[in-house]
């Protein structure tokens, strides 16, 4: 009897008190859905302009997108070329035939009580996107964290081509709310990836790749502040007694705004769910929302399941087709992804990791960058290469700080950029050759920015000039020597900084105009006699 209380005892509660005693965590796992809204001219089905920064209401709409009876929709070539672009870019696998389907359900941004979707035949399946992850090792032994790179696969489900709704606004204190069409029937691509992501930061780096590569493809602006790219997530904990083959429930978190919510949600329901099962309880298969000023997230509604929708096949458009050279056609168009031109800018410019992804986000600095090196090119090449390795430190330097800097916070396209790349190479090559001073650069680049002007008349319009009169030069050396006689006793007993003291006076004194080899040539000749 006793034998078999502790069986029983111990089958039903084996699972936790294995993880008690061994002080194992529930493992976790996770899919996301992500969807974005595509860059085209016009609608998905109608000839309405897609236009996401229109502000007037129910300006950009027409019979079908506002299903008036008897319309009948036509499926936009541009949107459906640019959904299989991105499986291309994606590794997937591209459908040769599909199709469309009707996705029933009720909501008042919805105004034909139906979306148009995709269900068993997806435009691309079985894709998979690489991305870094750090993982953290604890070396036992010395208790030490090493953090290393890995690469991980996370393979992709599928991608699909849907329509998206109208939105409500629902005023303060009306017993209304107000529709606005114009976002109803803006091509959507929806993307679901297999649940192989373990934590908040993987997901947040598989969101901000699939965002680089959405606008490098150009098929969307992807901005998640502004829900040009949504992303859900679907979450649950898995027993690890169980061998982590059995998932458990999941829960599905909407409404995220950003990558840090992505992370932050995921971290936090992963803390939820495993209080709930450490006590003995069941998680709930439901959504839930992301609360912003709490950050929690909170319960919205347990889930519809797919039967609910009564899917079926959109019988107003055709079914689909794609031939070899179709998709041949769209492939030839794909650029140079992310990943490539990872690699590509390490071993073409030697450039550190961090400069390099500050390039890769912002590809069009990252493209002024290399205009303005291939400008230097023919000069470049007389060059050693470690000679060359300083120059496009110098140039990626002055690009990525002070022209980010001076474009506070703008994006480079958004804003007439008035310095040429020659004019760019130019003072890069003035710099390089100490024709002047830091100080004096950052006061020509503001200068070049708001003026266009190239940099040699901005320097002689402004007297910037280096004092090229070492006769001027020596007077201004040795005025600064007897004001300094500390410095100067300390030079003749050995201490290398007060030269620099020294040289940096004669600097200030000439506002930056003096070559400062030139002055430690000078200071040294005469501290020398
Ligand atoms: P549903 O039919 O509820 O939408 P799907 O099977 O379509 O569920 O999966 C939706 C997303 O959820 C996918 O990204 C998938 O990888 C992920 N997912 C499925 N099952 C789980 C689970 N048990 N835990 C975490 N994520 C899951
Ligand atoms: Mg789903
Ligand atoms: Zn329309």
Redesign the pocket.
Known sequence: LECGFFQALFCCKFNQILIYLLNMTYKP?????IHAELKTNSKMFCSCKNDLDEKRPNFNICEICTAQPGTLPVANEEAIKKVIKTGLALNCKIAEDSKFDRKNYFYPDLPKGYQISQYDQPLCEHGYLDINVEEKHISNSRELEIWSNKIKRIRI?RIHLEEDTGSLLHPDDADYSLVNLNRAGVPLMEL????DITSGKEARKFAEELQIILRYLGVSFADMEKGQMRVEV???LSNPSAGGKK??T?VEIKNLNSFKTVEKSIDFEIERQNAILKSGKKIIQETRGWHDKKEITFSQRE?ES?HDYRYFPEPDLPPLYFDKEFIEKIKSEIPELPEQKRERFTKEYALDKNTVEIFIVNKDLSEYFEKVISELDEWIEQNTDNEFKKIIKIASNYIISDVQGLLQNKQFVEIEFKITPENFAEFIKMIYQEKISSKVAKMVLSDMFHTGSDPSSVIDGNNWGQMKDEGQMEKIVKEIILKNPKAVLDYKAGKQNALQFLAGQVMAKTRGTSNPSTVQKILKKILSN
């Open positions: 796992t996770i899919g996301l859905e489900r679901v990836t297999e649940p679907n979450i649950s998932l458990g999941k889930k797919a």
